[in-house]
């Protein structure tokens, strides 16, 4: 007997027949005693068609006083999608149940939006399993201390999924998607990128995190922290995908680095002629912080020796722009700053692998890769297995192939 959760992403549940061939699939692999947990996402393009309702109320609904019901709203999507799974299963004879979040124990912080999960109180998907139901619970969402919903970040289903897996002590996390596994690259932008066997956690969380959106970051952590496989497959064939776990097993052979990331999600900052004086970054960044926006590639140089003024430019994720807008308004006042700028079509493109410690050239590869696609660079950030950088939005493409031809020159 086994106890597995299987994750399906919104393309493999887009349809009412998708759906029907998702529970025919689940019962076909099912053994006969295996306990089987479904999380699901909203059906196809359903979550941004909500935001695109909201936005018919107020053109920028991710504003603070609106974060709760925008909640509210998103958590509806999964909602549709668990009940006609639900409903699937038992046409097929299969005793089935949908859960919420909620109703699945989740807890999570309250920070709308962007929900953290604190804990799981898997105790009614247990009952249910032991009824003889397969359980189809709502990604995406869990529910605050005072029983609101609030729901996990866009791709959060991922982490609904995998947090599962670890509270109910599953033997296997699958994520069906709509590719065949974790490649070198976004196989949409490079289409000779290379499916990986496997991929460590570390690896992952670091691709994640810089764009590659198969996997929401926060669902690698709760993979390495319950140190629990997690098998990316397509929906659409059987094929073995790639596993992300603590370590290689098999040989793969051994490039300097796992694979090129990107994420077109990004707006960059400048605030141009602050005093250069202690206390500004940390006025302006402590308002940022202070309303959950996250920073990330931080660039402060030397305008003005003479003057003794700064420019501080930085990138935010799109998301939280407008939001952002109003706090800078505010701050850039209060530190004096000569002016703002945004701009919105800006892309960051990334290298990621732990091979690249000790390893000296590859950054200047990635340079010379860029350079080679008449690409400009305009600001570069480095973690300890990565290299970044912004360019323009319009160049990702050719930015993204230059730097995947240089390290895997193999797959072309
Ligand atoms: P789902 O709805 O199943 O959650 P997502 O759209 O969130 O699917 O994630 C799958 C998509 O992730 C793929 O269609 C692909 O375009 C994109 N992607 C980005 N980077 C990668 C990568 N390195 N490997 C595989 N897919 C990637
Ligand atoms: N439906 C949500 C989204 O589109 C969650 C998910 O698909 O994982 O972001
Ligand atoms: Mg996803």
Redesign the pocket.
């Known amino acids: 007997m086994a106890l597995v959760v299987k994750k399906f992403?919104?393309s493999s549940v887009a349809t009412t027949d998708k759906i029907l061939a998702v529970a025919n699939r689940i019962l076909a692999e099912k053994k006969a005693d295996d306990k089987i947990v479904v999380v699901v996402?909203?059906m196809g393009k359903t979550?941004d068609k909500l935001i695109e309702l909201a936005g018919g109320i107020d053109a920028e609904p991710y504003k603070a006083g609106y974060l709760r019901e925008m909640d509210m709203l998103l958590t509806t999507?999964?909602q549709v999608s668990i009940a006609l799974l639900a409903m699937a299963f038992k046409k097929l004879g299969q005793p089935a149940i949908s859960l919420t979040g909620a109703q699945v124990g989740m807890r999570t912080s309250s920070v709308h939006t962007k929900g953290r999960i604190l804990g799981i109180k898997p105790k009614r998907v247990h009952d249910e399993l032991n009824r003889g139901n397969i359980v189809v619970v709502a990604?995406?969402q869990g529910a605050d201390k005072f029983g609101d919903p609030v729901t996990l970040g866009?791709?959060?289903?991922?982490t609904s999924a995998v947090a599962l897996a670890g509270a109910l002590k599953a033997d296997e996390c699958e994520i069906f998607t709509d590719v065949e596994g974790v490649f070198s690259a976004d196989p949409r932008i490079v289409p000779h990128a290379r499916k990986m066997k496997e991929i460590t956690y570390y690896e992952m969380l670091e691709m994640a995190r810089l764009g590659a959106g198969v996997m929401q970051p926060r669902s690698v952590e709760m993979g390495q922290y319950f140190n629990i496989p997690i098998h990316v497959r397509s929906t659409f064939n059987d094929k073995t995908g790639t596993i992300i776990r603590e370590d290689y097993t098999v040989e793969d052979k051994d490039f300097e680095i796992r694979g090129v990331a990107h994420d077109m999600k990004v707006a960059k900052i400048s605030v141009l002629g602050v005093p250069n004086k202690p206390g500004v970054a940390h006025t302006l960044f402590k308002a940022l912080a202070d309303v959950n926006i996250d920073v990330d590639m931080i660039v402060q140089s030397i305008r003005n020796i003479d003057r003794n003024i700064n420019d501080i430019v930085f990138t935010i994720a799109l998301n939280d722009l407008p939001e952002a807008k109003k706090i800078i308004g505010l701050t850039s006042e209060k530190i004096n700053a000569a002016s703002v700028l945004v701009e919105e079509d800006m892309a960051k493109v990334s290298i990621v692998g732990a091979g690249m410690l000790g390893s000296p050239g590859v950054a200047a590869r990635m340079f010379g890769a860029l350079a080679r696609a008449d690409v400009n660079i305009d600001i570069i950030s480095t973690s300890e297995i990565s290299v970044s950088c912004l360019v323009k939005g319009s160049q990702v493409t050719e930015a993204v192939n230059s730097i995947h031809d240089e390290f895997f020159p193999e797959s072309l």
Do not use: L, N, Q
Not at 154 to 158: E, Q
């Open positions: 992403g919104g996402s909203a979550t999507g999964e990604g995406f866009r791709g959060g289903s991922d």
